[in-house]
């Protein structure tokens, strides 16, 4: 299936979907392509859905109807081809283990469904270690570890076994505005070195400009999916949201406003406090079942 009029491989193809989560509606009937090597930026409100749509492509919830496919075939529990980096991670740095170790704990086979043992195992992490600027992290407990240095222990492990694809469900969480931008950039250099697709969920627009060939904003059943010019627009946002939202572009950023309210702020700010309230389970990077958010 050719990417948005191109001929270009698809990484990611909805087809007639529709998706719920219990009784909410997260796609009512979306149909879209996401190319390869694409760096897509996923947004919207809390409860839109960008959570559920992740577990969607990785195989973990079923489409009502239609048909989700990932990297040519239908999605999967289990794909090895995708690397994913869930939500919920507050808890990592009470793990008594060092960078290395922590990185080594997919090569069991629950991420991939194969094993990578032995000396090709541990060459892989010195890879992935490598490729994220964390080899002097190896020997260093988590505990000791700040939040930017362990969003790149995060990544390196998304990186394990090749994934042409990887899922980064609100890595900037809890990150200063410093952090967040070393986490893009490093996120955005590597998808361009590996030519892999990238879809990045995060609340706030302004730390992916710069980064984002399109962006996907979820909202009210709709997915609009384009370049930031033709999607972050007052009339696609005010139908997404339900709302009558006013676009600002000031100083090389861009705020999306209802009345006098930052709605992607506001929605970053609520969004933190939950996750410091509630998020008390281990980060695991087996495609189980995260419920850290929709």
């Not at 075939?73 to 009470?94: D, F, L, T």
């Not at 020997?139 to 899922?167: F, V």
């Not at 997915?223 to 090389?252: C, D, K, M, N, Q």
Request: glycine letters at 12%.
């Amino acid at each position: 299936m050719p990417c948005h009029g191109s001929n270009r491989v698809t990484s990611i193809a909805l087809q007639g979907v529709r998706l719920k989560l219990g009784t909410r509606v997260i796609l009512a009937d979306a149909s879209l392509a996401i190319g390869e090597a694409e760096f897509i930026g996923v947004l919207g409100a809390n409860g839109a859905g960008k959570t559920t749509l992740m577990r969607a492509i990785l195989g973990l919830l079923r489409p009502e109807r239609g048909r989700i496919e990932v990297l040519g075939s239908p999605a999967a529990r289990g794909n090895p081809a995708v690397g994913y980096m869930p939500q919920s991670r507050a808890a990592i740095g009470a793990l008594r283990l060092t960078g290395w170790e922590f990185v080594a704990g997919v090569l069991d086979g629950h991420r991939l469904g194969l094993p990578i043992a032995g000396r090709a195992g541990r060459a892989e992490v010195d890879r992935v270690l490598d490729l994220v600027g964390a080899r002097a992290l190896a020997r260093r407990p988590l505990a000791e570890t700040s939040g930017g240095e362990r969003q790149r222990l995060l990544l390196a492990q998304t990186l394990i076994g090749r994934p042409r694809l990887l899922l980064l469900d609100e890595p900037l969480i809890s990150l200063d505005p410093h952090h967040q931008a070393s986490v893009v950039a490093l996120v955005r250099a590597l998808q361009r070195e590996l030519r892999i697709t990238v879809l990045f969920s995060a609340h706030e627009l302004n730390p992916l400009l710069g980064a984002l060939d399109r962006v996907l904003y979820l909202g009210r059943g709709e997915a609009a999916l384009g370049s930031v010019e033709a999607v972050i627009t007052a009339p696609v946002l005010s139908r997404l949201y339900g709302a009558e939202i006013e676009v600002v572009r000031l100083g090389g950023r861009i705020f999306v406003m209802s009345g006098s309210h930052d709605v992607e702020r506001d929605a970053h700010q609520h969004d933190q406090h939950d996750t410091h309230a509630h998020d008390g389970h281990t980060h695991d990077h087996t495609h189980g079942e995260h419920d850290a958010g929709v």
